[in-house]
């Protein structure tokens, strides 16, 4: 049995990748900050396959510790998914305006807690396991009023650019999902009707394609891969 962390997995493309995985008899760990969806999900994933739970923080080393420990006890990791991310206030300000506290947030979730489960599980990823960092147009287009998120993301995306880099022998993707019709896409903009974003399944195609084909590391947006791939 293979085995995947997703953080961020108790809703939106973490749930949705979760699901995929599961029907495939994977062991999962998923962790996310708020308990009750975490244990909503758990119990549905728990009909399916292996599954372990931790509530919690990616960016509490406490957290992380424990996310370790249990893919140590489920046989090893072959598959990490950095899925949390913090999107910053609502709506989100201009930078003149960015409370400079808030921001430190942001990158501690969507940049270092990355890098920091990266380091963790480094030496003990079972053989032939790739890592899944999920990025977004934000880290490469300058829109105004993203400029926390999207700078976070756009660290993300170098960090993993020069990580993949430096570590020819794994596959690393920085994967961009899209617009999906997500709670933090409601957040994003919460005054509009997103009901005409595509729902975040559309996008798990694409990630399975990764997963499953061993495509070189780099970057890629997860819908064209689904149309490439038949999806």
Same mark, same amino acid.
């Given at each position: 049995?293979?085995?995947?962390?997703?953080?961020?997995?108790?809703?939106?493309?973490?749930?949705?990748?979760? @699901?995929?995985?599961?029907?495939?008899?994977?062991?999962?760990?998923? *962790?996310?900050?708020? !308990? %009750?969806?975490?244990?909503?999900? /758990?119990?549905?994933?728990? @009909?399916?396959?292996?599954?372990?739970?931790?509530?919690?923080?990616?960016?509490?080393? !406490?957290?992380? %510790?424990?996310?370790?420990?249990?893919?140590? %006890?489920?046989? &090893?990791?072959?598959?990490?998914?950095?899925?949390?991310?913090?999107?910053?206030?609502? #709506?989100?300000?201009?930078? $003149?305006?960015? #409370?400079? +506290?808030?921001?430190?947030?942001?990158?501690?979730?969507?940049?270092?807690?990355?890098?920091?489960?990266? $380091?963790?599980?480094?030496? =003990?990823?079972? #053989? /032939?396991?790739?890592?899944?960092?999920?990025?977004?147009?934000?880290?490469?287009?300058?829109?105004?009023?993203?400029?926390?998120? &999207?700078?976070?993301?756009?660290?993300?995306?170098?960090?993993? /650019?020069?990580?993949?880099?430096?570590?020819?022998?794994?596959?690393?993707?920085?994967?961009?999902?899209?617009?999906? @019709?997500? $709670?933090?896409? $409601?957040?994003?903009?919460? *005054?509009?009707?997103?009901?005409?974003? #595509?729902?975040? +399944?559309?996008?798990?195609?694409?990630?399975?394609?990764?997963? *499953?084909? &061993?495509?070189? =590391?780099?970057?890629?947006?997860? @819908?064209?891969?689904?149309? %490439?791939?038949?999806?």
């Amino acid at each position: 049995m293979k085995n995947a962390l997703i953080t961020g997995g108790s809703r939106g493309l973490g749930l949705a990748l979760a @699901r995929q995985l599961a029907q495939r008899g994977w062991g999962l760990i998923i *962790d996310a900050r708020e !308990s %009750k969806a975490l244990e909503q999900a /758990h119990s549905e994933l728990l @009909r399916l396959t292996t599954v372990i739970a931790i509530p919690g923080s990616v960016t509490d080393d !406490s957290h992380r %510790k424990a996310l370790v420990e249990s893919a140590t %006890k489920l046989g &090893g990791l072959d598959l990490l998914v950095n899925n949390a991310s913090f999107l910053g206030p609502s #709506p989100q300000p201009s930078l $003149q305006e960015y #409370p400079l +506290e808030v921001l430190e947030q942001v990158y501690r979730t969507n940049v270092i807690a990355p890098l920091a489960l990266i $380091q963790a599980f480094y030496t =003990s990823f079972n #053989p /032939h396991a790739c890592i899944i960092n999920v990025t977004s147009d934000a880290g490469v287009e300058a829109y105004g009023g993203w400029g926390g998120y &999207g700078s976070s993301k756009a660290a993300l995306e170098h960090l993993s /650019h020069i990580f993949a880099e430096e570590n020819p022998g794994l596959r690393v993707y920085w994967v961009d999902p899209g617009d999906m @019709r997500t $709670q933090m896409q $409601q957040e994003a903009f919460p *005054d509009e009707e997103i009901s005409d974003r #595509p729902l975040p +399944e559309e996008s798990v195609p694409g990630l399975m394609a990764l997963i *499953d084909d &061993g495509l070189p =590391s780099g970057r890629y947006r997860a @819908r064209e891969l689904s149309v %490439k791939n038949g999806g």
